[in-house]
């Protein structure tokens, strides 16, 4: 059973950065693309930043410049490093990775989602 457990969320002034981590474990065969997505209160959850095992990255125009994804294979991890934030940043974040469990089958999972709060 994989599991994504997110951390490093929490409260920061308008201005300030965060890093935010999360880490795949269970059984895990192979790992496709990296994200992490956020939803606001009364709002869609919009994507924020993916990376493909190919490196290739793609960010929300909102945070470009900003934020940046990173991933270490090894620990099966993603980082989002959050830097410049503003107070519409706030939301809950969420991973996703898209990956094999085993050689048959694969599948989206996602984390139950951190907290940001921007505010002074």
């Known amino acids: 059973q994989v599991q994504l457990t997110e951390s490093g969320g929490g409260l920061v002034q308008p201005g300030g950065s965060l890093r935010l981590s999360c880490a795949a474990s269970g059984t895990i065969f192979s790992i496709y693309v990296m994200g992490w997505y956020r939803q606001a209160p009364g709002k869609q959850r919009e994507m924020v930043a993916t990376?493909?095992?190919?490196?290739?990255?793609n960010y929300a125009e909102s945070v470009k410049g900003r934020f940046t994804i990173s991933r270490d294979n090894a620990k099966n991890t993603v980082y989002l490093q959050m830097n410049s934030l503003k107070p519409e940043d706030t939301a809950v974040y969420l991973c996703n990775q898209d990956l094999r469990p085993n050689p048959w089958n694969r599948n989206t999972y996602w984390g139950q989602g951190t907290q940001v709060t921007v505010s002074s």
């Open positions: 990376l493909t095992s190919a490196g290739v990255t």
